[in-house]
């Protein structure tokens, strides 16, 4: 699977932006899709995931209330919808996709994803 990250750019607090992820082959609603954001010099940080089926969502606290996972399977594609974004927010956000068989749990870590994409850069100016 071929990941493909769009829809960064700069934005004022407050501000929203929805960020997509293409992904290619016929295999895309075998897979659970997680959104991570990571700076320089921070760890690699889990934002929402979304079941394959569409049926479920988790999300990190620090972005509960403001950011919404969604997926269409027909397109083969994620998005995440990003309001009231804060200065924090900033960093570059990556999708990632885990294989529906190696289950839900643990979905926040980054470690059992099986493919990622390039990652887009959102910066939110204070």
């Known amino acids: 699977v071929q990941l493909q990250a769009s829809g960064g750019g700069l934005v004022q607090t407050g501000g929203s932006l929805r960020l997509s992820c293409a992904a290619s082959g016929r295999t895309f609603s075998r897979y659970h899709i997680g959104w991570f954001r990571q700076g320089p010099g921070k760890e690699r940080e889990f934002v929402a995931a979304i079941k394959r089926g569409g049926d479920s969502t988790y999300y990190a606290a620090s972005v509960k209330g403001r950011f919404a996972i969604s997926r269409d399977n027909a397109e083969n594609t994620v998005y995440l919808q990003m309001n009231s974004l804060k200065p924090e927010d900033t960093d570059v956000y990556y999708c990632?996709?885990?294989?529906?068989?190696?289950?839900?749990?643990?979905?926040?870590?980054?470690?059992?994803?099986?493919?990622w994409g390039q990652g887009t850069q959102v910066t939110v100016s204070s």
């Open positions: 990632a996709v885990r294989r529906y068989d190696r289950g839900w749990s643990d979905i926040e870590r980054s470690a059992l994803y099986d493919f």
